[in-house]
Nanobody, 121 residues
Framework: VQLQASGGGLVQAGDSLRLSCAAS????????MGWFRQAPGKEREFVAR????????YYSDSVKGRFTISRSTAENTVYLQMNGLKPEDTGIYYC???????????????WGQGTLVTVSS
């Protein structure tokens, strides 16, 4: 499967963005879809994940209460709604697929190309 992320852009602090990640074919119910981000000069960090079948979610503390991950099983697409954006949310956002519910990037075996989010103060 290939993943295509989109929806990034330049926004001001406090604004909202919705990222999308479309899969090239059906995502199996056993999969876990995650969003990660990487700021310049920093390591890739976990943002949120969702179990494809059950729809249960998990967030990093830094985005909890501001970001919402969701999915459309009909469209094989995972979303990341980002509200109350802060300058520290700036980075390239990647979607990825894993077979286990994890926050570790190395356990995700399929990655999208990333979409850039820039939040100005």
């Amino acid at each position: 499967v290939q993943l295509q992320a989109s929806g990034g852009g330049l926004v001001q602090a406090g604004d909202s963005l919705r990222l999308s990640c479309a899969a090239s074919r059906r995502i199996f119910s056993s999969a876990v879809m995650g969003w990660f981000r990487q700021a310049p000069g920093k390591e890739r960090e976990f943002v949120a994940r969702i179990r494809w079948g059950a729809g249960t979610t998990y967030y990093s503390d830094s985005v909890k209460g501001r970001f919402t991950i969701s999915r459309s099983t009909a469209e094989n697409t995972v979303y990341l709604q980002m509200n109350g954006l802060k300058p520290e949310d700036t980075g390239i956002y990647y979607c990825a697929r894993a077979t286990v519910a994890t926050t570790t990037a190395g356990e995700y075996n399929t990655w999208g190309q990333g979409t850039l989010v820039t939040v100005s103060s």
